[in-house]
Every structure is written in structure tokens, then in C-alpha cells.
Nanobody, 120 residues
């Protein structure tokens, strides 16, 4: 099992910034990809940003130039720096980690989500 602990959400005014963190622990041999997905009420969960073990990133078009994803492999941690936040960024942000266990099985894990609310 893999446990994910998310932090950093909150309420911010439009134009402000927040930094999300997600720490993975448990039966992890190594972590492959890490990412952040978001889900607003009434909407489907969508990818915000993703980063591979090698550092390759991809972003949703709506966040390009404003969000930056990074990771610390030694700490099994992924970050999402969110700048120039807009009201439409309001959502629950969920961490996703794809890891390989010591049994060489691939595990896909999700965090419970941290709420980001941007006021206009």
C-alpha cells in the first residue's frame, strides 16, 4: 500500500499563489510518474500537471505558463506551484502517484484531495 499526504490548499484571491505538496510513503521501490488532477463540482476529474521520474512534464492548456510541477525523488514528494490563480482554478486537487513496489508490481495511488478556492 502507498499512502499520500497532500497539503497546501486554501482560499486565495484571484491573481494570488498557492503551493501544493504531496508526500508518498509505504511499499515503494521507486516512483514513476507523479501528477495533480483537479475536479470542480459537476465536472469530471482532469489532469492539471504531470511529471515523470526523468523530469518530463506536461500541463493542461488552461494552466500552462501559470502552474509549475516539480518533484524531489529523494523525498518522494511532488509539488505544484500555482501562480496567477483564477476563479476557474477552484477545485479539489488530487495527487496521483504511479509507483513500483518491491514485488515489482505497478501501483496507482490517489490522494483524498486538497481544496483550492480562488475568489474574484
Amino acid at each position: 500500500q502507498v499512502q499520500l499526504v497532500e497539503s497546501g490548499g486554501g482560499l486565495v484571491q484571484a491573481g494570488g499563489s498557492l503551493r501544493l505538496s504531496c508526500v508518498a510513503s509505504g511499499r515503494i521501490k521507486y516512483i514513476n510518474a507523479m501528477g495533480w488532477y483537479r475536479q470542480a463540482p459537476g465536472n469530471q476529474r482532469e489532469l492539471a500537471a504531470r511529471i515523470t521520474r526523468g523530469g518530463t512534464t506536461n500541463y493542461a492548456d488552461s494552466v500552462k505558463g501559470r502552474f509549475t510541477i516539480s518533484r524531489d525523488n529523494a523525498k518522494n514528494t511532488v509539488y505544484l506551484q500555482m501562480n496567477s490563480l483564477k476563479p476557474e482554478d477552484t477545485a479539489a486537487y488530487h495527487c496521483n502517484v504511479q509507483s513500483t513496489s518491491w514485488l515489482d508490481t505497478v501501483v496507482d495511488s490517489w490522494g483524498q484531495g486538497t481544496q483550492v478556492t480562488v475568489s474574484s
